[in-house]
């Protein structure tokens, strides 16, 4: 558990570089990052400007070239692999753009499949967990039902519970609303402040700023740099002159 | 292996009733290679996932092997599906958070597989598809044929006896879209019989048989007599 007053996560002059034939692409430059418990924070920035490589090592699903990163007051750029996915699996839920339910399982199933994947727990709590998650987003009534038989947006909220049933610590989600209409974008927004009300740390990256106004904080992204509001609109106006 | 019987699908809409399937009858031998075309709205993908038993509103008769499915509960169903059905989807449906052999190894966690049984099917499973150096990439590090690939090998862990996918190649470029006939062709020599729903007519080459859909009615289903079922051929 996190003590008061410190971040939930901790991220100083984290770089990360990509080597493609021979070629360096230097994806983040020096980002320094805290984020408390309880925040609901919105990256942006162009496509390309790193907000996705960061989300990914945020996410543990990635690893940092240099710097540092600590998550719940516990170093971890240089875990090995099973003790990332272990971390990764207690503490971390994620919400995609393209939702990634899995057609052929029903929506208790897809919710359900973390819980039963690594986690030693009895099958009443697994299913206390699941109904609870489904609840939370206002899907339990279509438990039965396969993704094919729900909308886009009904969709994200069962990948929404699914994030949700592993009790994270935070939930990061990666343009959550790219493939919805925006009505179905408003729902689901409406949906993570109602969770961040409850408590839920949340970190979304979005392009779409009507949406990064949802959030407490909004951070900007620019060529694998944290920039300032106003040194992002001159950079923007700077690249379309 | 599949008889469909007058079987029928229609949607309520306010102004009435839409029908989506009108009288299917089709049969389905073991050891085919199916392949169903049709314009957008032709009733592809809803007899699809009526085949799948994905979808319980439907009229009319579907027998699996022995099993009269139309007289069956929905949680029979499930069991039957879960037994004997894989399906890939144009999309993959991979978990971005689950390393590929976690991936491979998620429809074994709905069937009573030991632990031990797991670990080595889902390395003999990476090995059969040559992805074992990508065994703890997580599927944002791969190439779209690369992730269809694994979505495949997801679908056919457990050996099902049916096959079906989805527009598998419609996410792909030709050469990977190739491959990925290619395995469906090694597939289906091994034994499991497939039916896949595709735009493409390439991919449609590479069945026993393909079957045209328009507006609901199966309008002509015509064998590739260079192809014939592998049962055939057996015999």
Not at chain 2, 9 to 14: A, D, L
Request: glycine fraction near 8%; proline fraction near 4%; include cysteine.
């Amino acid at each position: 558990m996190t003590e008061a007053g410190q971040p939930l996560i901790q991220i100083e002059n984290l770089t990360k570089i990509f080597y493609t034939d021979e070629i360096e692409s230097h994806a983040l430059s020096g980002i320094h990052l805290s984020l408390n418990k309880g925040e609901y924070v919105a990256m942006s920035g162009p496509s390309g400007c790193g907000k996705s490589t960061l989300l990914s090592i945020i996410g543990l699903l990635d690893t940092p070239t240099g710097g540092r990163y600590s998550l719940n007051g516990k170093t971890v750029e240089n875990l090995d692999f099973t003790e990332r996915s272990r971390i990764r699996n207690q503490e971390i839920g994620f919400i995609f753009q393209s939702f990634n339910l899995i057609g052929d399982l029903t929506v208790y199933e897809n919710v359900e499949l973390p819980l039963t994947y690594r986690q030693k727990m009895p099958a009443a709590d697994r299913k206390a967990r699941v109904m609870e998650a489904l609840e939370r987003v206002g899907m339990a009534h279509r438990v039965r039902h396969y993704p094919s038989q729900l909308s886009g947006g009904q969709q994200q909220r069962v990948a929404v519970a699914r994030a949700l049933g592993g009790r994270p610590s935070i939930l990061l989600a990666d343009e959550p609303t790219g493939n919805l209409d925006s009505r179905n974008g408003e729902a689901v927004m409406e949906l993570l402040q109602n969770l961040h009300r409850e408590g839920a740390t949340i970190c979304m990256v979005t392009h779409d700023p009507r949406f990064a106004k949802h959030a407490q904080r909004e951070i900007h992204l620019f060529d694998g740099k944290v920039v300032r509001e106003e040194e992002l609109k001159k950079l923007m106006a700077d690249v379309h002159a | 292996m599949i008889r469909l019987c007058n079987l029928e699908r229609s949607y309520k809409t306010p102004a009435g009733q839409t029908w989506v399937l009108r009288r299917i009858n089709l049969e389905i031998r073991e050891g085919e290679f199916i392949t169903i075309m049709g314009p957008s709205g032709a009733g592809k993908s809803s007899l699809l996932n009526v085949l799948a038993l994905l979808d319980d509103n439907w009229q009319g008769e579907y027998w699996f092997r022995a099993q009269a499915v139309h007289e069956i509960k929905r949680k029979q169903r499930s069991e039957l599906a879960k037994r004997n059905i894989g399906m890939v989807f144009q999309s993959y449906h991979l978990l971005d958070d689950l390393t590929v052999s976690e991936n491979i190894d998620l429809p074994l966690s709905y069937k009573d597989v030991p632990h031990r049984e797991r670990q080595s099917l889902v390395a003999d499973t990476l090995d059969h598809f040559r992805i074992v150096a990508k065994k703890d990439l997580f599927p944002s590090q791969l190439s779209g044929g690369q992730q269809q690939l694994v979505g495949i090998a997801r679908a056919v862990i457990h050996k099902p006896a049916l096959l079906l996918a989805d527009e598998p190649t419609g996410n792909l470029h030709s050469s990977q879209a190739k491959e990925i006939m290619e395995l469906f062709r090694t597939l289906n020599q091994q034994g499991t019989t497939i039916v896949q729903v595709t735009h493409a007519e390439a991919n449609a080459a590479y069945g026993s048989r393909t079957i045209q859909l328009r507006d609901g009615w199966m309008v002509s289903d015509t064998s590739n007599p260079e192809l014939q079922p592998y049962e055939a051929v057996k015999q």
